[in-house]
Structure formats: structure tokens, C-alpha cells
């Protein structure tokens, strides 16, 4: 009788979460101030502290027993055919508030701070075409270069020295030489895993995910090594709070290339371009050929092998997949949904 109370309690405290959450997300200076900068890089480090010398992912084994109490959950229902249903919605109420509230306390506010363009007191206007090319071709030019000093042979694609748990190790170093320069994306305590769910990520199509109630950055270790040191930089960025897509895309960035290592510059510029890349095309199709071509041949090779290694991951259900992690964010202050991530361009041209 008492799980009845208290799951009906929280069911109805989950309601009361909702609509909090939805009174706070008006105030992001109050966000900024007292959670993503003073309850927030407190609780962040800690969570960190605790995961981090862990070599497995714990964050994945939770999603793992998660999945098994609800299938277990599923068959009581069809199991008991039905009956006494209200209580069964109830305890699924419950779960949900508790996981709700777990969710928001440990990352899930930072949605609602103070966008990163007025912090660094970024110029959000549009851009021009011509300023969308000089920058692709000043991407470009530092890509050939670094694949030139790495590579025996511009035909041949660049072959990433490190193991994926080095760069796991090492990745910290680009968030050390960025946090001279902007104090508060200072990083200390890793806590980099690759995830044990990599086969499901890539047939969903994601490269790496923050697990909110660990502080986890999960790495799909499928993916190609020519982009995982810039995947490992994007969810790290989001360990320190910056939730939208387009924000840790471009402090990825920023701290892959600000990295000494000539593999991390590598991923960085490789993964910028791609979002150039796609941008210029919209605008001007003739102007994205004849840029493009101007990439060696064996950087085009990486290209080529990125796009068939998520070409052999797709199915039928990606699509479902995609289409609700873009409601998600467009539910947590991400207007254009998965299409945010490409606004890391706009980031990255007003900022240089």
C-alpha cells in the first residue's frame, strides 16, 4: 500500500517538475549564474572523480538494467491481462519523476543558459558565400598541410597513430591550452569511455553520447579514427555544460585544434570542413566542387570511408531513431532540433 502512495506522489511531483522546469527555462541569467556556473561544475567534477577511474562504462550498464526492468515491466502487464492498470501507470509515473529529477539536477539545466555566442560576445549575424569559401579554403590549406607532414602520400588517406584509448587519455591536453585562453572551459577530472553499446550507436547513427546521470562521455568506438579524437572533444564539452549541439560542436573544435597533437588538428579541421562543406553546397553547388577539390586526394579517401562506414549502419528504424532525438532537443530549447549541429558554422566564421 505504501509503493502505492509514494508512486502516486511522485507521479504527481513529476507534474510539478514539469512545470518548474518549464518557469525556469525564462530565467537563463538565473541558470547561468547559480546552476551552470556555481552547482553545476561542483557537482560535474564530482561525478567524475567518481566514474573516471573506472574502465567501463557505467552509465551504459544503467541504460542496460534500465531496458530489462521495463521489458520486465511489460510482461507483468501482460501477464496480470491487464488488470489494476492504474496502479502500473502510477509506478511507470514515479520512475519517470525520479528519473526525471536526476536528469535536470545533473545536466539537464544547462539547456536553458545563457547561449555561449554572448558569452564570448560572438557576432551571431549571417555570413556571407564569400566568407563560407575563404574559410573553407583556409580549413583546407591547413588540412593538406598537416596530412602532407603525417602522410607518405597525398593519395593516401591519414592513418591515426593512436589507439582510441590514448586518445581518450590525451584528449584533456587540447582543453588545458584552450582554458588559457577562456578560463571557464577549463577541464580537469576525465572520464572518456568508450561504450558497450557502439553496435546500437551506430545502427541509431550517433557517435558518442554524455551520459546525464554518470558525467560519462561515451564513445561510439566504431566510428572511423579520422573523427573520433574531434567525437571525444565535442562530449567532453558537453561534461562541462554546454548542452546544445552546436555549442559543444564548436568548443570540439576549438579544443581539438588548439591540441599540440597533429592527429587531434587532423579531426578537428576534417570535421569543421564537413559542416562547411555541407553549408557551401546549399548555397552554391559549383562553388563546394571546385572547393572540394582542392582536398588531397587521400583526405577525400577519409571522407569516403566516413560516409561508407555509416552507409553500412543504416536500417529501417534510424529514421524513428533521429526523429526522436530531434523532438528531444527541440523539447529542451534546441529550436531546430537535430539541425543544430550545423549551426556551429555560424559559431565558428563570427568568431574568427
Known amino acids: 500500500m505504501n509503493n502505492v502512495l509514494h508512486a502516486r506522489y511522485l507521479t504527481y511531483f513529476l507534474l510539478f517538475q514539469v512545470i518548474f522546469i518549464q518557469v525556469v527555462s525564462r530565467f537563463p541569467n538565473f541558470v547561468e549564474r547559480y ?64 528519473l526525471y529529477f536526476f536528469f535536470y539536477l545533473n ?40 596530412h602532407s607532414n603525417l602522410s607518405a602520400n597525398d593519395s593516401l588517406p591519414l592513418e591515426i597513430a593512436h589507439t582510441r584509448k590514448e586518445m581518450h587519455q590525451i584528449a584533456i591536453n587540447g582543453y588545458k591550452k584552450l582554458g ?34 554518470t558525467g560519462e562521455a561515451q564513445i561510439n568506438t566504431k566510428i572511423p579514427k579520422s573523427t573520433y579524437a574531434f567525437t571525444i572533444c565535442h562530449e567532453m564539452a558537453h ?22 597533437d597533429p592527429y587531434f588538428k587532423f579531426a578537428g579541421y576534417l570535421t569543421a570542413l564537413k559542416y562547411l562543406l555541407s553549408e557551401l553546397h546549399k548555397r552554391d553547388p559549383i562553388a563546394y566542387a571546385k572547393t572540394k577539390s582542392k582536398l588531397h586526394k587521400g583526405i577525400l579517401k577519409n571522407l569516403e570511408a566516413s560516409h561508407a562506414f555509416w552507409q553500412s549502419y543504416e536500417n529501417p528504424l534510424e529514421p524513428l531513431f533521429k526523429s526522436s532525438y530531434n523532438n528531444y532537443l527541440k523539447a529542451n530549447n534546441q529550436k531546430e532540433g537535430i539541425q543544430s549541429y550545423n549551426y556551429m558554422v555560424n559559431l565558428l566564421l563570427n568568431y574568427e
Open 35 to 98: 546552476y551552470s556556473n556555481q552547482f553545476y561544475p561542483l557537482l560535474s567534477r564530482f561525478n567524475r572523480v567518481s566514474t573516471g577511474w573506472i574502465s567501463f562504462s557505467i552509465g551504459d550498464l544503467f541504460y542496460g538494467v534500465c531496458m530489462l526492468i521495463f521489458i520486465r515491466y511489460i510482461y507483468i502487464i501482460f501477464r496480470d491481462k491487464f488488470n489494476a492498470m492504474s496502479t502500473y501507470l502510477f509506478a511507470a509515473g514515479g520512475t519517470l519523476s525520479v
Open 107 to 146: 545536466w539537464g539545466l544547462n539547456y536553458y543558459r545563457i547561449p555561449l555566442a554572448t558569452r564570448l560576445a560572438i557576432d551571431s549575424n549571417t555570413y556571407s558565400t564569400e566568407k563560407l569559401m575563404d574559410f573553407s579554403h583556409k580549413t583546407i590549406d591547413k588540412l593538406n598541410a598537416i
Open 180 to 213: 588559457k585562453k577562456h578560463r571557464f572551459l577549463d577541464y580537469k577530472m576525465t572520464s572518456v569511455k568508450g561504450s558497450l553499446l557502439s553496435v546500437p550507436l551506430s545502427y541509431m547513427g550517433f557517435a558518442g553520447y554524455l551520459n546525464p546521470f
Open 239 to 260: 561534461q562541462l555544460g554546454y548542452a546544445a549541439e552546436n555549442e559543444a560542436n564548436f568548443i570540439g573544435y576549438l579544443a581539438s585544434t588548439a591540441h599540440s
